[in-house]
């Protein structure tokens, strides 16, 4: 078992967005859609950016959202 981060960065849920896209990639290419993964990431990456912060409390990510980082952050 991994220690849990304290804070996780915009450049680290953006490699793991990245990391699902290409693990998962839409099977449409004329309809774009992300995977499970890349989308629930997609909603904290979203909202970083629209608040101008640089990071995220991981205590405060779903489970969902942990999950996802996890196969990156190892």
Do not use: K
């Amino acid at each position: 078992m991994y220690p849990q981060p304290v804070a996780v960065t915009i450049a680290q849920i953006e490699s793991a967005i990245n990391h699902w896209r290409e693990r998962r990639p839409a099977v449409e290419d004329d309809q774009p859609v992300l995977c499970a993964e890349a989308r629930a990431l997609a909603d904290v990456y979203g909202l970083l950016i629209f608040s101008g912060a640089a990071s995220v409390e991981y205590s405060t990510l779903n489970a969902g959202q942990r999950d996802a980082l996890a196969a990156v952050l190892r």
